[in-house]
């Protein structure tokens, strides 16, 4: 993984603006053949767009993952349901939609006028696109697991491939999913809760090592294991339940990810990409220690929007192990409201203090696609690199 040797690298966490007829295409479930063509060509078109706007680190914007309207927010996991074999859909699970998730949420309790507004729009939204996320509320794991995602994802390595090679680059990433996330969804088939996510973490370790054997890095997806604290545990303030929780989800991702180079892996955490009010988020003080536990070389955390800007200040009482990078938001997911580049420098800059300049990478809180105007994610992305050149101004004074 390239540092900040000589300047603040950029970069973003993965999901970008798609096309109009890339999703489309998605929507209409086009076959694989009418799907490539305008595939490729798209991704070759973002990795351009990418390096135009500043960035360093790109990616394929995700667009390899079915995204099938502007608003489906869900495809950076989504994806991988195809991929993989042991799920089935239950129309009356389905039909309880989110909510059968989140339970235990305080936060949903507390703002529950919010949520059941925003559920119905959702709803709306999903029947309205097809999203691919609506679907995901009625999978139920009922046999082994197993992946079988090989020429999914060797058609957005080929993609990415050829998009990189004719692009002048720092270096690329490609995105997967982790087991924590996975795991949310029901299990009728394994005898434990540790059984099945092992079993997700070995089933998803092919997509991982696919992605590092062909020469990329590595981004790990995994909000839920910081989501999951008020979904399930928030209700109880049950911060060691969740900790031993979170604990051995971090066991699955570093079994998942054995025999893979740390420096080829960065995980990302983030609390939700939802435009809600996060009243209930865990702190990131009571979870850095299990983060740094996760055998990766770089860690993506949101520190960018009102929730979560604050917590800049756990890395300077937190050891940044050696060798390790911190990959900050300092632009929001969260807002439509375009980032000063003075206030992104301060905000790179602040980390350049507790962590070291060189561990530093200046990214995203989280993706950018379907969670902002597509005109102001590209603006977002602009003031990034332009925050990053007056960050690195400043630090190479």
Known sequence: MKRSDQRILTTHVGSLPRPDDLMALYAANASDETLQSRLSAAVGDIVRQQAQSGIDVVNDGEYGKAMRSAMDFGAWWSYVYPRLEGFELREEQAKKGRAAW???SRERKEFAEFYAAEASAAASAARQSGSSTATLYGLTCTGPVRYVGHAAIKRDIDNIKAAVGATRVEDAFMTAVSPATLQILPNAHYKSAEDYTIALAEAVREEYRAIVDAGFILQIDDPALVDIYDWWFSMNDDVAGYR????FQVEAVNHALQGIPEDRVRFHICWGSWHGPHKGDVELKDVIDLLLKVKAQGYSVEAGNVRHEHEWKVWEDTRLPDGKVVIPGVVSHATNVLEHPELVADRIVRFAKAVGRENVIASTDCGL????????????????????RRATRQLWA
């Open 369 to 388: 696609g379907g969670r902002v105007h597509p005109q102001i994610a590209w603006a977002k992305l602009g003031a990034l690199a332009e925050g990053a």
């Open 102 to 104: 989140t339970h235990g």
């Open 244 to 247: 031993k929780w979170a604990a």
